[in-house]
T-cell receptor, first 118, second 113 residues
């Protein structure tokens, strides 16, 4: 079973609109972290935002916020006031912390290709 | 500024060759990782290391090995390259704390012919 599911392979959004990128996850570990990365066409992976499973509040970083619904195992990324430069692949990822601390690798979803149209 | 570098951006090798992909980080991170990225599959973890000379298999270790002789350097080795190993390879590093992000290198696009 997939641990990270991103159901939107591609999205077209008008500039200045808000965007929600969906991510659901599956884990039995009570301690985990959720990450979002952006990958522009140049290929580099850019960290956007992090949410820990025990964090009480939804994470925010500038125009990015994470809509964390723990009971639904959902961690959607919201981009407010989208810009042309937001066009990229977006990946949701999870680390199951358990006894491994921070050493274990990330499990990634398949990504969403977001295109912002002028 | 934090930095993860990879030895090559593009590499073309023949089937059966031994291939070395090198990764160096300058952040004194304990943990280093190798992923491969394929269209429609996202990134998949090949191997990781949490200390010098220590290594752990990830989700897809078959056909690969790794070496970590120094803290800053983590090498991915394809013992006998095959065409199904044509892919983008991404190295990453992070500290040992659970909430810390992984910093990625620019990637190596490997083509095996």
């Amino acid at each position: 079973a997939q641990k990270i599911t991103q159901t939107q392979p591609g999205m077209f959004v008008q500039e200045k609109e808000a965007v929600t990128l969906d991510c659901t996850y599956d884990t039995s570990d009570p301690s985990y972290g959720l990450f979002w990365y952006k990958q522009p066409s140049s290929g580099e992976m850019i960290f956007l935002i992090y949410q820990g499973s025990y964090d009480q509040q939804n994470a925010t970083e500038g125009r990015y916020s994470l809509n964390f619904q723990k009971a639904r195992k959902s961690a959607n990324l919201v981009i407010s006031a989208s810009q042309l430069g937001d066009s990229a692949m977006y990946f949701c990822a999870m680390r199951e912390i358990g006894t491994g601390g921070g050493a274990d690798g990330l499990t990634f979803g398949k990504g969403t290709h977001l295109i912002i149209q002028p | 500024d934090v930095k993860v570098t990879q030895s090559s951006r593009y590499l073309v090798k023949r089937t059966g060759e031994k291939v070395f992909l090198e990764c160096v980080q300058d952040m004194d991170h304990e943990n280093m990782f190798w992923y491969r990225q394929d269209p429609g599959l996202g990134l998949r973890l090949i191997y990781f290391s949490y200390d010098v000379k220590m290594k752990e298999k990830g989700d897809i270790p078959e056909g690969y090995s790794v070496s970590r002789e120094k803290k800053e350097r983590f090498s991915l080795i394809l013992e006998s390259a095959s065409t199904n190993q044509t892919s983008m390879y991404l190295c990453a590093s992070t500290t040992g704390t659970s909430g810390s992000e992984q910093y990625f290198g620019p990637g190596t696009r490997l083509t095996v012919t």
